[in-house]
């Protein structure tokens, strides 16, 4: 009601001129504590639930609601605030919603470069843009660094449920597959991802003591851990028999190489077929005449045998085998590049090829080929 001084006492109160704006009436039990001076109440509320807020639409406000935004209660984001003359009221304005992390606490703990909204979308943390991901994401920053031939993998190689792929058999923790874009899998060690090609023959090994992380092949398994940590030491011409020549690949799958090899007694076990004797000699073992690194000084009857691992002319590494003479004009230095290369006659090659075979090592690969 308004009351104003009128002429004569009369009519000095009345109704007719008051405000229409909700304040007016209502300031003294405002419930917002003038978040929302500069606004119309009946921008949200009606007269006929003041209570609720029906006609108040959060795309009008600074944060528009995406994804699962839409499905959280406004009290988690609006709270109780204590002070003004009511005691508390529900801070809606102003708030910060700068950043993620505002809101959230950090997954990553501060390890990853850039925004939340830089591979994550609003439909779900576990939902994350793959085009931003796969062309930005820093691997790094998690607990499995990529390296060697893991860091030229494609992303859907570690992280699609179901994918075939040869030498490869995903395994995925409970709850993974159907939460994440990109879900998780074991990494704990090499056969949680990998199918075992020796076919549980090293189960009490780590893959790493024979493999890198570069690539599986060529193995690092060399001479020298052969020597330490197999039953059987490599010496003399064994040190350069090629490695499928004692361990072939299995029957079963024709994939697995046969590395643990049972029965080796004597020099017979692998030579039986091409003993030059025929039997002769009995049970006599041939080590009583024979060593393993005698077999070229036997042969060429030289007065040193050089042996030396070279590799630069060629992409593997090699040994070469050099019976030398003291009558050679090299003598004694090295034999490269002292004399004109000659080539062998034709006899020349078939008498050497026919002395390796009698020695067991006609399936060698050797220069005599080439």
């Not at 229409?20 to 009946?42: I, L, M, N």
């Not at 003041?50 to 709270?79: I, M, N, P, T």
């Not at 820093?138 to 699609?160: Q, V, Y």
Request: net charge negative; aromatic share 8%.
């Amino acid at each position: 009601m308004r009351e104003f001084k009128a002429v004569g006492g009369a009519l000095e109160r009345t109704y007719l001129g008051l405000g229409t704006d909700c304040a007016r009436c209502h300031r003294s039990d405002d419930p917002h504590e003038g978040q929302f001076v500069d606004r119309d109440c009946a921008t949200c509320h009606n007269e006929k639930d003041w209570e609720g807020a029906e006609e108040f639409d959060h795309s009008r406000a600074g944060y528009l609601l995406e994804g699962r935004h839409q499905e959280v209660e406004c009290a988690l984001c609006h709270k109780n605030e204590t002070g003004g003359a009511r005691g508390e009221a529900v801070r809606y304005r102003p708030l910060d919603a700068s950043t993620c992390s505002v809101c959230h606490e950090d997954p990553h703990g501060g390890r990853m470069r850039g925004t939340c909204g830089g591979c994550h979308a609003p439909l779900g943390w576990a939902q994350v843009r793959r085009n931003r991901v796969e062309s930005s994401f820093d691997h790094g920053t998690t607990r499995f660094l990529l390296k060697g031939a893991h860091a030229e993998a494609l992303c859907r190689s570690c992280h699609t449920p179901g994918l075939s792929q040869p030498g490869l058999r995903l395994v995925f923790p409970r709850g993974e597959v159907g939460s994440r874009t990109y879900p998780r899998p074991r990494y704990d060690r090499c056969s949680a991802c990998h199918s075992d090609p020796h076919a549980g023959a090293f189960e009490t090994k780590g893959c790493d003591d024979c493999h890198g992380g570069e690539a599986w092949t060529p193995a690092e398994f060399g001479l020298a851990l052969h020597d330490q940590a197999s039953q059987f030491a490599l010496t003399g011409a064994h040190r350069v028999t090629p490695c499928l020549a004692c361990h072939p690949t299995g029957e079963e799958d024709g994939r697995a190489l046969r590395f643990r090899l049972e029965g080796f007694e004597d020099c017979r076990s692998c030579h039986r077929e091409d003993d030059p004797h025929e039997g002769a000699f009995g049970d006599t073992r041939c080590e009583t005449c024979h060593e393993t690194g005698s077999f070229l000084m036997e042969e060429f009857d030289g007065d040193k045998l050089n042996i030396a691992a070279l590799g630069n002319q060629v992409p593997q590494l090699h040994l070469h085998h050099i019976v030398r003479f003291e009558t050679d004009p090299a003598w004694p230095t090295p034999v490269w590049g002292k004399q004109p290369p000659l080539p062998y006659t034709d006899d020349a090659l078939n008498e050497i090829r026919s002395l390796f075979a009698l020695a067991g090592l006609d399936g060698f690969e050797t220069h005599l080929d080439s």
